[in-house]
């Protein structure tokens, strides 16, 4: 069942790729495993599957310690994806390889107090005025890459966005432009969008990592 819904997923991947002149290699490949159990990550990793993304501390909390003596996710990095509070940062810099959900510099600088050594992180923008999503407005973005750039455990590796809620793909392409200008502008390589729906709209527009849940593992259930 994951071993066809991975292979179509790649199958896709790589035709958006082509379709783009872009390489499969350039894009990776992030497997969101929220509210999944541990089991779904030693899975993937089985076939081959490196990256992981998870939106709650907590929860991947449990799932790490569950996965300790696993061998397949040995070297697996995992994604922070989901909004994180300040006063969670020294579980989540223990936790997680790239932190993709930074918007304050309050939080740049509570992570990079705990982090041990350098940590990866991505700055969540936020491209659409709906009230509920997080994230710094484009206005912003400058100055918090100033406060980042003086977190020397911070290595600042791109831009990270959720445009709107929508079942289509296109409704999505103009966030993900937007997305691209701002990195360009700002000299910025990766580009963390494109989700089930829109990832092949994102592949097109440039992403560096597409988070995919549901094409991935099917349906989730409600936490
Ligand atoms: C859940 C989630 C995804 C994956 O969504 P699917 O539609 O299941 O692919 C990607 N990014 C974030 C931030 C998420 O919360």
């Not at 989540?92 to 510099?105: G, H, K, M, P």
Request: aromatic fraction near 4%; include cysteine; charge should be positive.
């Amino acid at each position: 069942m994951l071993r066809e819904r991975l292979d179509s997923l790649e199958d896709r991947i790589a035709r958006a790729a082509a379709r783009s002149r872009r390489r499969r290699q350039d894009i990776t490949l992030v497997a969101v495993t929220k509210n999944l159990p541990a089991q779904a990550i030693e899975e993937a990793a089985r076939l081959g599957v490196r990256h992981f993304g998870e939106n709650y501390v907590q929860e991947f909390e449990t799932k790490r310690a569950a996965l300790a003596g696993s061998t397949s996710s040995a070297g697996a990095r995992f994604h922070l994806i989901g909004h994180l509070q300040a006063n969670k940062a020294r579980k989540a810099v223990e936790l997680f390889d790239v932190i993709q959900t930074v918007d304050s510099a309050r939080l740049a600088q509570r992570l990079d107090q705990a982090a041990a050594g350098p940590i990866d992180v991505m700055l969540e923008v936020k491209l659409s005025p709906e009230e509920s999503k997080a994230g710094v407005s484009p206005e912003d973005l400058p100055c918090l890459m100033e406060a980042v750039a003086g977190c020397p455990n911070l290595r600042l590796r791109g831009l990270m966005t959720m445009p709107p809620w929508s079942d289509q793909a296109e409704p999505s392409r103009p966030y993900f432009r937007r997305l691209r200008a701002l990195a360009e502008e700002n000299g910025l390589a990766g580009l963390s969008m494109g989700m089930s729906h829109d990832f092949e709209t994102a592949i097109e527009e440039g992403a560096t990592l597409i988070r995919i849940g549901t094409a991935l593992f099917g349906p989730r259930r409600r936490a």
